[in-house]
């Protein structure tokens, strides 16, 4: 088991609700989860339990354990969580540090302490897996927002973590830029078994890319499982357009795409 979450409750100094109610899931390697759910329902505080800034860096009341592989997160060193995880955050600019895409893509391993020759492979690499060769000598400014968002992704998975997490990295993206984002995050989850969350409100953006899905509501996570299943379980209104046709023509609950519903009507193979 890659990713497990056992009992998490975590309640903010100086706030009477908790933020976070007796989580829990297991997440084998390489699995991807969406993870959703209305505004203040506790999201970024389980992505912030997960690799480790809650307790560490946020005061409150704490309990339960996050376990990667087998070892507790809270056991880690601050070097064995940089190479544990990827975050890469909602605004690219926010995490973009360096004027030109190579050097900041490398930077988490040249603060690692890493080699340049190492650092430079590393890069080029992670370049070519996603695509941004072409962009590796050009300052960041210069570059499209999505161009961006593929620099700050690329910066959090060139130390191959083992868990990757996307807090809404696609929520400033034109459709277009959306679809390449996922696409490479998609490709490099495959390539390395890189288990990963994301967190995303709009669904139907993510049913080629994931497989396991969680929805959270004050603090709880109340469906969680494989995907088809999980989706069961939540609010109606939250399903993409095409799920809730599909639950009104055909009584199907599940998570549907455009081409589910076409099919399920006899328009397609």
Known sequence: MSLSLRGLSFKYRGQNEYALQDVNMELPRGAALALTGPSGCGKSTLLRA????????????????????????????REDIARTFGFVFQNPDSQILSYKARRDIGLTLENLGAEPDEIDKAVNEIAYELGIRDILDRPVHELSDGQRQLVALAGAIVTRPR???????????????????????????????????????????????????????????????????????????????????????????????????????????
């Open 50 to 77: 997960i690799v480790g800034l809650v307790p560490r860096y946020y005061a409150g009341d704490f309990s339960g354990t996050v376990l990667v592989d087998g070892v507790p997160v809270d056991n880690m060193s």
């Open 163 to 269: 868990v990757l997490i996307l807090d809404e990295p696609t929520s400033l993206l034109d459709p277009r830029s959306t679809v390449a984002v996922l696409e490479a995050v998609d490709r490099a989850r495959k390539a390395h078994g890189t288990t990963l969350i994301i967190v995303e409100h709009r669904l139907e953006l993510l049913l080629r890319f994931v497989d396991h899905l969680a929805y959270m509501d004050r603090g709880r996570v109340v469906a969680f499982g494989m995907i088809k299943e999980a989706a069961r379980l939540i609010p109606q209104e939250v399903l993409p357009h095409p799920s809730r046709i599909g639950l009104e023509a055909f009584g199907d609950a599940g998570l549907l795409t455009v081409e589910d519903l076409v099919k399920r009507a006899g328009g397609g193979p």
